[in-house]
């Protein structure tokens, strides 16, 4: 049975490519984490326990199944790249995404999972504590933070509400509009988990304060999942019968199955091994084509 679980979930940071350039970019960014959890509630309900936003990658702490997780971050990819082709002239990403999940194996282990989410920005060299750095959720673990100014949904007009948001996805009436157009991130944030894991605000500093980046990073690497083939599979009939109006890969001549893979790579958590072992592809000559 495919049962909840608490997943380390992240992207593999790019090597030229940027995620989020400037403050516009990690506040739409924000936002769109807000859209998956409100977009996800009826078909793949996922809690957003922790997380944290760097320029090139981001790390989630979501608790759910493995093939909801999943599914939520394959529509936070799918979002993005769909606001970068709305709002950039020629700095799209080209670089494929690769979108992992590991399964947290018990409550010390989430302890150091999420505050290694957490110590991202510290670990980076950046000139931030983890819980002033602005694109995570760390600041509101064991804040006593009340509500801040800013519009409810409810109370915006439809067509303001989709002029400064830009999204068409329904979001609760309470949730709260900060001045500068950012969705307040304890709205879809469900701290509480994250201080039930660490119990006393001294453990949590406690936690921040350890360097565990090469003991998860070795983890990481060591378990590095991907989508399951059946959900490539979906996604490979879904672009099929998008572009060329077929429902089945074995129609497809090679120059078509070329330009989906294309497209798959550009806007989905798929690699390069899967999409030849689906398309009858191989590895090598696909990444001749697009590494």
């Known amino acids: 049975m495919n049962k909840p679980h608490y997943y380390h979930c992240a992207t593999k940071g790019f090597k030229s490519s940027v995620l989020f350039a400037d403050e516009r970019e990690f506040i739409a960014g924000m936002n769109r984490i807000a859209?998956?959890?409100?977009?996800?509630?009826?078909?793949?309900?996922?809690?957003?326990v922790a997380f944290c936003?760097?320029?090139?990658?981001?790390h989630f702490i979501l608790y759910g199944t493995r093939s909801d997780c999943l599914k939520w971050m394959a529509l936070f990819h799918r979002?993005?790249?769909?606001?970068?082709?709305?709002?950039?002239?020629?700095?799209?990403?080209?670089?494929s995404w690769e979108i992992d999940a590991w399964q947290i194996s018990d409550n010390?282990?989430?302890?150091?999972?999420?505050?290694y989410v957490f110590r991202n920005p510290m670990a980076a060299g950046m000139a931030y504590a983890p819980t002033n750095y602005r694109w995570s959720s760390a600041g509101l673990v064991f804040s006593n933070q009340g509500f801040p100014e800013g519009s409810t949904v409810g109370s915006?007009?439809?067509f303001k509400l989709r002029n400064l948001l830009e999204?068409?996805?329904?979001?609760p009436d309470d949730w709260i509009i900060l001045p500068d157009g950012m969705i307040w991130p304890a709205c879809y944030t469900d701290c509480k988990l994250a201080e039930r894991a660490f119990k006393q605000p001294a453990c949590f500093m406690f936690m921040l304060n350890q360097r565990m980046e090469a003991k998860v990073n070795e983890e990481m690497n060591r378990k590095s999942l991907s989508l399951p083939d059946q959900d490539v599979i979906r996604m490979v009939l879904e672009a099929a019968r998008e572009q060329y109006d077929v429902s089945e890969i074995e129609?497809?001549?090679m120059n078509q199955r070329v330009v989906l893979c294309s497209m798959l790579l550009k806007r989905s958590g798929v690699n390069i091994k899967q999409l030849g072992r689906i398309f009858h592809i191989s590895e090598q000559d696909l990444k001749r084509l697009f590494e």
């Open 35 to 48: 859209f998956c959890v409100a977009r996800g509630r009826k078909d793949f309900p996922v809690i957003v």
């Open 108 to 115: 010390d282990d989430l302890q150091e999972k999420i505050a």
């Open 79 to 95: 979002l993005t790249m769909t606001w970068q082709a709305n709002h950039r002239s020629g700095a799209a990403i080209q670089e």
């Open 156 to 158: 915006l007009s439809s």
């Open 167 to 171: 999204t068409k996805i329904d979001l």
């Open 251 to 253: 129609v497809l001549d």
């Open 53 to 58: 936003l760097m320029g090139n990658h981001v």
